[in-house]
């Protein structure tokens, strides 16, 4: 702010940084900045990014009941905000800012020609369901744009939304390249529904009991928005529904592009017959996660070099490039400890590189801190954050160190994202929490 009155240049440069990538993260910000584009209108064209991901209900030192009184953020404010930016690319919000997108704030996102992303993440309010039925219900439909400019959209653990919304919404996105339908009720018509235009780089599909197996198959190996995917969640809870039995696995392993760098199979039905098929794929993914129905001891093949005596493998062996992979699907029976830290049979050693980080569900993340010393010993650390539990390879003495940052990452550096980012940025505030904590 000192360097406003600076010059006439650092003034120019100073409110395009101010302005440019705005960050509400509670509702008196939200009110300057309303105020400041009013009385300034020319400074609303600047905003390329509107942010509410660290938006805190309960911050600024207020009570609900004066908040409710100072009207500060309301879906009129916020849509009368959103007037004044003509130039905005990206809106991101979520659960706490959900009951302010009206249906008219939700219209006037949807027709924005510059926006390029949006985010509800964990919207899941009944207000916030009504205003997306509004908006795609009989003839208010036929009012949206039949070609949207969205390329990025993220409706991460948004429960509460009908099929509807997804039906109506996907076919009207002919630039898609992120998508991320994490827990929703997103149908097989409404996948099939994306246009062939689309070109998927991102896809979250994790949690979405209204998919079949069949049809999600179908869909990565014949649809034409599929074949340039770099990220790809098919997560499922094993213990609630299933999503991918072993046919389907076999199916899915032999037609994923190579250029997929972040894979998450958890909770589907993998054996044996899996492994070999998983080989391919490990030399360009970066991130793995695995079905349940193996043991450990099953993965050392992906792993390790064949042994000196198996010269015909050990020929045609190149190195794998996973990074993380998360076998949280596994319980502690199919863990052998005695092969863990066996000398031969060992996937911990420096043999293993470039694997830094080995996700654990809770009962073998217990059993490993008893054993905390052994890993310590072995070269790695036991962590957690949230509800999850790593091992990670202690890499501080090692120089020039991989911090983890790869472009399709789009700002995050730790490795298991389970949200998909529509924004170049910092990971922080809401969107953490989901990425990297649940």
């Known amino acids: 702010m000192s360097l406003l009155l600076t010059s006439r240049a650092l003034h120019s ?8 990538q705005v960050t509400i993260p509670h509702s008196t910000v939200f009110r300057k900045l309303l105020h400041h584009i009013k ?13 509410f991901s660290h938006f805190n209900p309960t911050g600024a030192g207020i009570t609900a009941r004066q ?12 849509l009368e905000c959103l007037e004044l930016l003509p130039n905005l690319r990206e809106f991101l919000a979520q659960e706490h800012v959900d009951e302010e997108l009206s249906a008219d704030v939700l219209r006037k996102l949807f027709s924005m020609p510059s926006l390029r992303a949006i985010d509800f993440c964990a919207a899941s309010s009944a207000a916030f369901r009504d205003s997306m039925m509004a908006l795609v219900r009989g003839t208010n439909a036929a009012e949206l744009p039949g070609s949207m400019s969205i390329t990025r959209l993220s409706f991460h653990e948004c429960t509460i939304l009908p099929a509807l919304v997804f039906e109506t919404i996907l076919p009207r996105l002919a630039r898609l390249t992120h998508l991320d339908a994490c827990h929703t009720r997103i149908t097989d018509k409404a996948l099939a529904s994306i246009p062939e235009t689309a070109r998927l780089t991102h896809l979250n599909l994790s949690k979405c009991q209204s998919l079949s197996g069949d049809a999600v198959v179908k869909f990565l190996g014949t649809h034409p928005a599929a074949k340039e995917l770099v990220y790809l969640n098919l997560h499922m809870d094993a213990k ?57 001891a099953d993965l050392s093949p992906l792993l390790r070099k064949p042994s000196d005596d198996k010269q015909e493998e050990l020929a045609a062996w190149t190195p794998h490039a996973l990074r993380y992979i998360d076998i949280s699907d596994f319980q502690t029976d199919q863990i052998d400890f005695g092969q863990l830290f066996g000398r031969t049979t060992t996937t911990l050693d420096e043999n293993s590189l470039p694997l830094e980080v080995i996700e654990v569900c809770q009962k073998v993340y217990d059993r490993f801190l008893d054993r905390e010393r052994m890993f ?9 954050a949230g509800r999850r539990g790593w091992l990670v390879r202690d890499m501080s003495g090692q120089k020039d ?12 550096t730790y490795w298991g994202m389970r949200k998909v980012p529509v924004a170049q940025a910092e990971v922080g505030g809401m ?3 989901y990425m990297f904590k649940r």
């Open 240 to 296: 609630s529904s299933g999503l991918l039995e072993a046919h389907h696995v076999t199916a899915l392993l032999s037609i994923l592009p190579s250029t997929l760098k972040s894979l998450t199979l958890k909770g589907s039905n993998m054996d044996l017959s899996h492994i070999p098929l998983l080989a391919p794929l490990t030399k360009h993914v970066e991130e793995l996660g695995l079905g349940r129905n193996l043991s450990y």
């Open 13 to 20: 440069t100073t409110l395009a940084t101010l302005y440019k």
């Open 67 to 78: 908040r409710a009184e100072t009207q500060n953020l309301t879906p009129q404010t916020l």
């Open 401 to 412: 160190h991989d911090d983890g940052a790869r472009s399709w990452k789009m700002g995050a």
């Open 376 to 384: 310590k010993q072995a070269g790695w650390v036991v962590k957690e």
């Open 39 to 51: 009385e300034y209108p020319s400074l609303g064209t600047i905003v390329r990014r509107l942010d």
């Open 431 to 433: 969107y953490g929490l």
